[in-house]
């Protein structure tokens, strides 16, 4: 690969790490050439000034690409280039529980490239993605990061048969999988809840039809109002 004159990389990068998550993150600053730094050097579809997110550095290359930045100097010979390396875990970078009664809560906290990658979204994900005009999904479950798809719970207590390792989010495009299904005790017999609104709605629309038939019985029904259910 020949190598690029138009840009010069300036002495050693800065290398910083968070104290809490333990990321590292690489700031690597250039030199450009003037023409380089214009809206043609930036998209050039060949050898584009931007690179795209997630590029890997050349040197710590489990560190990648998450912004850029073109700063101006007193030439328009030249310019400045700054880009920043940020080391991304392809899991959850913390992780918090809490219990309330019966209902129990984990909280993850992940960070992901917004772009089609390995430790961004995967190809489905990313049409979906609202960042592209493609993208017509308003549900967040149809454009899961990987990272979370691959670390999601899968041992649950809480399905209709009572299995372990049914993936939660694994039919995402319907939103969550594997809940248990709703269920009401009616005169100490359970059945489920949507058996009971059933039942409900039919016993309705029969007492409408009776109070209906005792309105058109006559004048002495008249004054009867529909309250039987």
Same mark, same amino acid.
């Given at each position: 690969?020949?190598?690029?004159?138009?840009?010069?990389?300036?002495?050693?990068?800065?290398?910083?790490?968070?104290?809490?998550?333990?990321?590292?993150?690489?700031?690597?600053?250039?030199? #450009?050439?003037? %023409?380089?730094? +214009?809206?043609?050097?930036?998209? /050039? !579809?060949?050898?584009? @000034?931007?690179?795209?997110?997630?590029?890997?550095?050349?040197?710590?290359?489990?560190?990648?690409?998450?912004?850029?930045?073109?700063?101006?100097?007193?030439?328009?010979?030249?310019?400045?280039?700054?880009?920043?390396?940020?080391?991304?875990?392809?899991?959850?970078?913390?992780?918090?529980?809490?219990?309330?009664?019966?209902?129990?809560?984990?909280?993850?906290?992940?960070?992901?490239?917004?772009?089609?990658?390995?430790?961004?979204?995967?190809?489905?994900?990313? #049409?979906?993605? %609202?960042?592209? +005009?493609?993208?017509?999904?308003? /549900? !967040?479950?149809?454009? @899961?990061?990987?990272?979370?798809?691959?670390?999601?719970?899968?041992?649950?207590?809480?399905?209709?048969?009572?299995?372990?390792?049914?993936?939660?989010?694994?039919?995402?495009?319907?939103?969550?999988?594997?809940?248990?299904?709703?269920?009401?005790?009616?005169?100490?017999?359970?059945?489920?809840?949507?058996?009971?609104?059933?039942?409900?709605?039919?016993?309705?629309?029969?007492?409408?039809?009776?109070?209906?038939?005792?309105?058109?019985?006559?004048?002495?029904?008249?004054?009867?109002?529909?309250?039987?259910?």
């Amino acid at each position: 690969m020949a190598q690029d004159l138009t840009i010069r990389l300036l002495g050693r990068p800065k290398v910083t790490q968070d104290s809490q998550l333990g990321f590292q993150r690489i700031v690597r600053k250039y030199v #450009v050439q003037g %023409p380089r730094a +214009s809206k043609a050097g930036i998209e /050039d !579809a060949n050898n584009p @000034l931007f690179l795209p997110v997630g590029t890997a550095d050349e040197e710590f290359t489990d560190h990648y690409l998450v912004n850029q930045a073109v700063e101006p100097t007193s030439s328009m010979d030249k310019a400045n280039l700054t880009r920043d390396f940020v080391e991304i875990r392809d899991t959850y970078n913390s992780e918090s529980s809490s219990e309330s009664g019966d209902l129990k809560r984990i909280t993850r906290k992940y960070i992901v490239l917004r772009a089609q990658h390995a430790r961004g979204y995967d190809v489905t994900s990313w #049409v979906n993605h %609202p960042f592209n +005009s493609g993208g017509r999904s308003n /549900d !967040a479950w149809d454009y @899961l990061p990987s990272a979370i798809k691959n670390t999601e719970p899968t041992s649950v207590s809480y399905t209709d048969t009572g299995s372990v390792n049914v993936s939660i989010f694994n039919a995402s495009s319907s939103g969550p999988s594997s809940l248990g299904t709703p269920s009401v005790s009616i005169a100490s017999t359970s059945t489920t809840l949507s058996t009971a609104l059933q039942a409900a709605a039919s016993r309705q629309f029969k007492s409408w039809g009776r109070c209906l038939e005792r309105k058109l019985g006559g004048p002495s029904h008249r004054s009867l109002g529909c309250r039987e259910w």
